[in-house]
């Protein structure tokens, strides 16, 4: 079975500075997708950034990306010129990509980031 | 389209009533998923709908628990004889085949006193 660590339960970070969440996981597949998903108080959860296990290069999604090392497990989340509007919980997920997933997701136990002014 | 939606929002319930959730996933997704989440928690998988087909449940959802899709169109969890433990945000998502991103909805808050 996969599983997902967030070791990491809060972060703070000032207006416009730039901040990194961690997070690993373990599977023994070798196809798979890694997300991180955000989601602010009392409302959905939404994507964030996406990463394919297959591709070397990094995703980015704007001010957000990620720095996936495939061999250390190791799939963080780089917010920069952070905003208020990023104050939210922050979720890494995995997906296998073939075989019987279904697509469903396995979360980590998330990490509350709040952003100063 | 406005994405997924779940109705209640919020339910409050007394320990042994029933209740039941509804999710209304966006129209042409075939997947369908229920997630369980507690407080400070990540969410964590229940069943799985492929269409109307119940594909994959997961060893959380005891006897209790019993989900449907007729149609293939909206879901709906049932708990039945609810019990404080039952007290959690249901996440409902949904997804396209061939498509990697799942969409959530708002979720259901239920709290069992």
């Known amino acids: 079975a996969q599983t997902v660590t967030q070791s990491q339960p809060e972060m703070s970070v000032q207006e416009a500075e730039t901040v990194t969440l961690s997070c690993t996981y373990d599977?023994?597949?070798?196809?798979?997708?890694l997300f991180w998903y955000k989601q602010p108080p009392s409302r959905q959860m939404i994507l964030v950034i996406r990463?394919?296990?297959?591709?070397?290069q990094n995703a980015t999604e704007n001010r957000f990306s990620v720095n996936f090392q495939k061999a250390a497990k190791s799939f963080s989340l780089k917010i920069s010129d952070s905003q208020l509007g990023d104050a939210a919980m922050y979720f890494c997920?995995?997906?296998?990509?073939?075989?019987?997933?279904?697509?469903?997701?396995?979360f980590g136990q998330g990490t509350i980031l709040t952003v100063h002014p | 389209d406005t994405g997924v939606s779940q109705d209640p929002r919020h339910k409050i319930t007394k320990r042994g009533q029933n209740v039941t959730f509804r999710c209304d996933p966006i129209?042409?997704?075939?997947?369908l998923y229920w997630y369980r989440q507690t407080l400070g928690q990540g969410p964590e998988f229940l069943t799985y709908?492929?269409?109307?087909?119940?594909?994959?449940k997961s060893r959380l959802l005891s006897d209790r628990f019993s989900a449907e899709r007729p149609k293939g169109s909206f879901s709906t969890l049932e708990i039945q004889r609810t019990e404080q433990g039952d007290s959690a945000m249901y996440l409902c998502?949904?997804?396209?085949?061939?498509?990697?991103?799942?969409?959530f909805g708002q979720g259901t808050r239920l709290t069992v006193v």
């Open positions: 998502a949904s997804s396209k085949t061939g498509f990697t991103e799942a969409f």
């Open positions: 129209s042409e997704h075939n997947r």
């Open positions: 990463q394919e296990a297959y591709k070397q």
């Open positions: 709908f492929q269409n109307e087909a119940q594909l994959e």
């Open positions: 599977t023994s597949e070798s196809d798979y997708y």
């Open positions: 997920a995995y997906r296998n990509a073939g075989g019987t997933s279904y697509g469903k997701l396995t």
